[in-house]
Every structure is written in C-alpha cells, then in structure tokens.
C-alpha cells in the first residue's frame, strides 16, 4: 500500500451540535478509520480520517451517497490520496496516552516510561479502529475492568485488539477475538505479540459464526444495527450466567439493542454513557423469549 485515501466530511460549525458530530464521526468509523482529526476552519467542522489505498472508489461513492441520504444536504463529502509517510507521522504526534477507568492506560508504543501505577496497555493501531480515541472503547475498558471473573471470552469486531488485550492484562484466562476486516485480525495479532500475550488469544477473520463457544463472557463494540442482528449468537456463545458488554450504540439506541438482546435472555444492568454514546452490561440467564 503507497498512499491512503483522506476522507473528509464538512459541514458548518454553527449546524454542529453534539448528536450531528458524533453523528458523523460515526459514519467516518464505520468506514474502518482508526483515528478521526477534527478542525474548525473559518466557520466549518471539517472531521477527517484516513483509509487503505486499495478501497475502491465505488465502495466510498456508495458510502456518500448513503451518508448524504442520511444528513441531509447541509454536508459535504470529499477524499483524495495522501502519502502514508504523511499520515504515520500526523498520526504519531496526534495520538497520546489515554488513561481509562481506575487502573488502566493505552500508551503508544513508541513513548518511552509508561507509568507504573496504572496496568499499560502498549498499542500500535496500525490501520485498525480501536486507540482507545473513541468513547465506546474507553466504556468498553471500564466495563471491563468492572467485570470480576472475565475467564474465557469472545471480543467480537475486536478492531486492533484493544479489548482483548486489556482482558487479558485485567486477568481474564484466554480469548478469542474476531472481525470481519483482515486488517483488524492482522493489527490484533500484532498487538498480542507486542504485549506478549500471542499464546493466550485466538484471532480470526470472521463473525460470531466462526466460533464454537462456550465463553464465559463477550465484549462487542460494533454498531447498534449489528449487535441487534449478532443477539443470537452471544445468546448461543456465552454460558448461563456468563457476562455481556455491547457497545457502539448511541444513547438514542440503547433502549431497541437493550430490548434485542433481553430477547435473547440478556439481564442487562449498570448503563455506561459518555459523549453521547452507550453501553449495556449484562449477564446471559440461559433463557431466550421464546424458550
Ligand atoms: C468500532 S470498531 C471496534 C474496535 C475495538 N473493539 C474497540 O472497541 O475499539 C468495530 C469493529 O467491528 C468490526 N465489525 C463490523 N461488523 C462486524 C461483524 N458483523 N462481525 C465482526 N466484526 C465486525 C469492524 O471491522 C471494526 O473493526
């Protein structure tokens, strides 16, 4: 790969209120962008993020065209090529350690003297989401940290491994993790070997569907749409009695993937929120709707 696509959305900054940039910036993730920048300049929020070169420029046209169908006209949506030197370097001098919950921090690999008083997750995000930027990775890491026997678990849409690797540093005994996007499984892959943690995960190219469970427990930072259409399968995956943390929703969509997957027999509990964004925590009965 020699050079990445920039793709930016723009819209004026007097329309920006929170909902439509998170909004937005979601639309940005969805694409698989590991890290969004966000700039005012001259009365417009411009909220830019970077993409693998080989994504064919149907596949953005087709995302446009679904994003402007959704926004509305008040945005505007443009991309063009950029060196990868350029980004690596933008990208090193943007992204900082991110403490989260009590006892942990995502620290770049390439800072040197991580703290001692916290448990250090050293991270290379690669070209996968997942650094920790995002508000529903961070609820995601205090849920877990919340979670007191994580045992065996399935981090399903695992981006570049973050959660699995902070389980696995948090104590929980092996996991699996998954995501449909190679480039996710290669940079999780990578991350567990930085953090030498290679033998007590599984990592494969795929959905919920390629594993046999059962698992102890499951943490799913995907989308609202996707956890509701995935409620059967941690159903059929975790043990009863077994954890749940689903996240990727915002708040506005907590309510419908709550009801989703209590069909499924979740009992969901504590509400995690931040900037707008949810996550629901649980624990499997055994018991579905409809049995
Ligand atoms: C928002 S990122 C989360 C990454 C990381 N787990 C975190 O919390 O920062 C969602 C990830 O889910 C993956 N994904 C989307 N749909 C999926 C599906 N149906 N099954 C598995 N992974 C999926 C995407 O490729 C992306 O890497």
Known sequence: MKYLWAVQIETAAEAADTEVEETLYWYLTELGL?????????????????????????????????????MGGAIRIDWQPTAIQDWQAAWQ??????????????????????PRDRLVIPLDPGMAFGTGEHA???LCLRALEAEPQLGRFA????????????????????????????????????????????????VLTGSAGVLQGPVDGTVSNILAEV??????????????????????LLVTQADRVSEALSKQGFQLGQRLEEGGWSCLTGHFTGKSAGS
């Open 227 to 248: 956890v509701i259409d995935l409620a059967p399968e941690y159903a059929r995956l975790v043990r009863p009695g077994g954890w749940g943390i689903f996240s990727g």
């Open 155 to 202: 981090d399903i849409g695992c981006g570049c491994g973050v959660l699995t690797v902070a389980a696995l540093l948090l104590g929980a005994e092996s996991g699996w993790a998954v995501d449909i996007d190679p480039i996710a499984t290669a940079a999780t892959l990578a991350n567990l070997e930085l953090n030498r943690l290679s033998d007590r995960a599984t």
């Open 34 to 70: 590991p890290f969004v920048e966000r700039e005012l300049v001259g009365g417009r929020m411009q909220l830019r993020g970077y993409l693998a070169g080989e994504t064919q420029a149907a596949v953005l046209e087709a995302w446009r065209t679904h994003v402007e169908q959704q």
């Open 93 to 114: 001098k943007h992204w900082q350690p991110i403490p989260v919950g009590e006892r942990l921090v995502i620290w770049p690999r390439w800072l040197a003297n991580p």
């Open 136 to 138: 529903t990775t961070r």
